[in-house]
């Protein structure tokens, strides 16, 4: 079975930045796509971007249209740690943010392992 545990969520000021970190463990063999969502109060959960970690194929990226150009996801392939990185954060972005595995593109159903999620409040 697939362990995710995030971490590096805070408080930022807009235009501040973060760094998010996905710690995979256990079954780590196979895991297509990983990817970040994000879920704010009373809202639906929100894809925002996934890398290929399923061993082969050079960790293709894909983010949606609300943080293309601010956020980058990446992988530590020996570690089996993704990364997003995101910057020039607007208050818009505050909302919890979950790391999923072994899924395939930005729809939350598609995703069978989920993290406990890391906060991310950014005030104007």
């Known amino acids: 079975r697939l362990q995710l545990v995030e971490s590096g969520g805070g408080s930022v000021q807009a235009g501040g930045s973060l760094r998010l970190s996905c710690a995979a463990s256990?079954?780590?063999?196979?895991?297509?796509?990983t990817a970040w969502f994000r879920q704010a109060p009373g809202q639906e959960r929100e894809g925002v971007a996934n890398i290929y970690t399923g061993g082969r194929g050079g960790g293709a990226t894909y983010y949606a249209d609300s943080v293309k150009g601010r956020f980058t996801i990446s992988q530590d392939v020996a570690k089996n740690t993704v990364y997003l990185q995101m910057n020039s954060l607007k208050p818009e972005d505050t909302a919890m943010y979950y790391c999923a595995a072994d899924g395939y593109g930005l729809g939350a159903s598609s995703y069978p392992f989920w993290g406990q999620g890391t906060q991310v409040t950014v005030s104007s």
């Open positions: 256990g079954d780590t063999s196979s895991r297509h796509y």
